[in-house]
């Protein structure tokens, strides 16, 4: 069993910054691909940010340029940095794990955390 456990939302001003962390907790477990998805009001989770094994990342067209993902692989932690946040960018930012252990792949997900930009 893996947990992940965020922090770093909360009230910006547009045009701000938030830094998000994420980090896995757990025994016996090796990372694949760990990130950020968020949620706006009343739409569906969509990418932020991922960053696999090999250091490859993806992330949303809408916070290219904006935000940066990067890893601790020894501390097994993420961290979204967002820089020139837009009041379209509140949600709630879950991270998310594809964690192997033994022979198989899991999915994990984060509590959620919330961030609000203010216009």
């Known amino acids: 069993q893996v947990q992940l456990v965020e922090s770093g939302g909360g009230l910006v001003q547009a045009g701000g910054s938030l830094r998000l962390s994420c980090t896995a907790s757990g025994s016996d477990f090796s990372i694949n691909v760990i990130g950020w998805y968020r949620q706006p009001p009343g739409t569906e989770r969509e990418l932020v940010a991922v960053?696999?094994?090999?250091?490859?990342?993806d992330s949303g067209d809408s916070v290219k340029g904006r935000f940066t993902i990067s890893r601790d692989n020894a501390e097994n932690t993420v961290y979204l940095q967002m820089n020139s946040l837009k009041p379209e960018d509140a949600a709630v930012y879950y991270c998310?794990?594809?964690?192997?252990?033994?022979?198989?792949?899991?999915?994990?997900w984060g509590q959620g955390t919330q961030v609000t930009v203010s216009s």
């Open positions: 960053i696999k094994s090999g250091g490859r990342t």
């Open positions: 998310y794990a594809e964690v192997v252990i033994g022979p198989r792949t899991y999915l994990y």
